[in-house]
């Protein structure tokens, strides 16, 4: 049980502390940029962990009703909504990033910054604390062998935050320019991927058509193995998507792309825009 | 490497159009053939589900267990946790003719099964 512990916390725990990094990332790029004249606050990043958890607390407890929901498939139907929001709050932060001195100090585009990025946080915590506290809850309320599981669940846990701490140095510590090109290309990765799973969820609770499958990536790289957990927490990577789901991704992809800080990021807008 | 992209994009333009079918799928919803699976002492009963080749199928679970398990396959891209003493529904297919092993994540070294598509 121990190190099915490790596995499953770390699954969870690892997609939102990818998420949480990179947002951190943008956070270093933006203040670096700014010289400090402009600040974006990192106080969000406690306050959203707690909300998050207390959230997840809060849907864990209600696990039943909600999957009972929808003639039983309302787990499906909230994880997507969960998704989708969470795909517009990394698509809105996108086009919200100043690529403009004087948007730096506009407040309300700094405060709209802030509630996407305290929504996406609070959102993933959500969506995987709440499978964690599904896993742990059941358990340990059954009066099994608790403690391995614990240390387990610890494990997993210290290690997907490791992974984290490494992803931001590895974002943070690339030149300012590649700094930025990096982070926008992993947040049109990740809203891709928000949109590609809520799409799986739909078609899982039947509420959109089957489509085929577009390809099938399995003998490169399989699902199961350890860097297709990690590709998979990260981008969102899946051995056989459906069409559905890759039209998803690419919409999720291209509009982020599409977005100013993108264009600052490969055309370099701030040096004529000062 | 180009024809594979190029294939690729042949597939996913052909798939195009079946998004015009959404709003239709919600008229003409055939009967979807249903199957049951039961979790007891972290089993999967059957162990074995044999379902149709090319037939979207809906699979009912009951977990018998007082603990959660999560019925999770890589290769049906299907993941959803059911409570103790729970009962859910999960929608598979329609799929090709092979084997598509599913396990409990929660118990993985006894909650182990396969759906066999004929």
Aim: hydrophobic share 50%; with cysteine; aromatic share 10%.
């Amino acid at each position: 049980m121990f190190l099915n512990a490790v596995v499953i916390v770390l699954q969870e725990i690892l997609e939102a502390a990818l998420m949480l990094s990179l947002l951190l990332a943008f956070v270093r790029y933006f203040n670096l940029v700014n010289g400090g004249a402009a600040l974006l606050r990192r106080d969000w990043v406690l306050l959203s962990i707690v909300f998050g958890i207390l959230l997840a607390w809060i849907y864990s407890h209600n696990f039943s009703r909600i999957s009972d929901s929808f003639d039983y498939v309302g787990l499906e139907i909230t994880n997507a909504s969960i998704h989708t929001v969470s795909c517009a709050c990394l698509v809105s932060l996108a086009w919200l990033f100043p690529v403009k001195k004087s948007d730096a100090y506009s407040s309300n585009r700094l405060f709209g910054l802030i509630l996407c990025m305290v929504a996406v946080v609070v959102l993933a915590i959500l969506r995987e604390g709440s499978e964690i506290m599904q896993f742990g809850g059941g358990i340990l309320g059954q009066g099994e062998a608790g403690l391995p599981i614990f240390y387990g669940g610890v494990v997993g846990a210290g290690i997907g935050v490791s992974t984290g701490v490494l992803l931001y140095y590895a974002l943070t510590g690339l030149s300012i320019d590649g700094s930025l090109k990096a982070c926008v290309l992993l947040l049109a990765l990740t809203a891709g991927n928000m949109a590609s799973q809520a799409i799986l969820l739909l078609n899982q609770a039947d509420w959109l058509p089957f489509t085929p499958t577009a390809w099938d990536t399995s003998a490169l790289l399989g699902e199961s193995s350890v860097l297709g957990q990690l590709a998979y927490a990260l981008i969102g990577y899946e051995a056989t998507p459906s069409i559905l789901q890759v039209v998803a991704y690419l919409l999720g992809l291209i509009v982020v792309l599409a977005s100013p800080v993108s264009r600052l990021a490969w055309v370099g807008w701030r040096k004529q825009a000062v | 490497m180009l024809i594979i992209i190029r294939n690729t994009a042949r597939r996913l333009f052909a798939g195009l159009p079946l998004l015009a079918l959404v709003p239709i799928a919600g008229f003409v919803k055939a009967e979807t053939p249903e199957i049951e699976l039961r979790i007891r002492d972290h089993l999967f009963f059957p162990a074995t589900l044999e379902i149709p080749a090319n037939q979207k199928v809906k699979i009912r679970i009951y977990n018998e267990d007082p603990t959660p398990e999560e019925f999770e396959s890589f290769e049906l891209n299907r993941e959803k946790v059911i409570v103790g003493n729970g009962e859910t529904v999960i929608f598979i297919g329609p799929l090709k003719t092979g084997e598509y092993p599913f396990f409990g994540e929660f118990y993985p070294k006894t909650a182990q099964g396969v759906v066999v598509v004929k």
